[in-house]
């Protein structure tokens, strides 16, 4: 059994599940989700649980089996609690503003990039210390890709650490060129 797998996932109250086949849509206060799952694995409603079940026990189906368990429990928290994903803009002079369902990020290059959001996803932009992007949604696939686009922009350097990265993210610092000499 996959130890993942076979946990089984709660379903919250205002959270509603609709099985059609191999296809899953999850409603919630937030919105709603749905995906379609392998045909390895099946999915059954037991009073307020999901279980998912799968077809056999070789080690491919063990695999499939806490895949789509995970996904499935990342829908029902999406559409009850939703995700949130925080980036730091580090640099001076670099400036990002939120403009509708666009980021407009001035990061050192020649020009100023405009980053559509995809539908769903919204941000807010906080001045501090650092610039804070704060990233949210129901979909978890959808935002961590979202915040690993807008990172790609500008990655952080190890040397002065500018670059835009996750707020969770360490940045292993190097000496420059003259203190290697030393």
């Not at 189906?61 to 895949?67: E, K, N, T, V």
């Amino acid at each position: 059994m996959s130890r993942i797998g076979k946990k089984p996932i709660p379903i919250p109250k205002g959270v509603t599940v609709k099985i059609n086949g191999q296809n899953i849509t999850v409603k919630g206060p937030k919105g709603e989700l749905s995906r379609t799952i392998h045909p390895l694995a099946s999915v059954e409603i037991d009073g307020d649980n999901l279980i998912v079940k799968r077809k056999d026990d070789s080690r491919y189906c063990r695999a499939i089996h806490g895949l789509t368990r995970s996904l499935l429990n990342n829908m029902v928290v999406g559409v009850s609690e939703g995700f949130k994903r925080e980036l730091l803009v580090v640099g001076i002079g670099y400036k990002v503003d939120a403009q509708g369902n666009t980021l407009k990020l001035s990061i050192g290059y020649s020009h100023p990039i405009e980053f559509p959001l995809p539908k769903g996803i919204s941000a807010k932009v906080e001045r501090q210390k650092d610039i804070k992007i704060t990233l949210e949604g129901i979909d978890k696939e959808l935002l961590g890709l979202t915040a690993a686009r807008i990172r790609a922009l500008r990655p952080p350097e190890p040397y002065k650490g500018k670059g835009i990265r996750y707020a969770d993210e360490e940045i292993i610092r190097k000496a420059g060129k003259a203190a290697a000499k030393k």
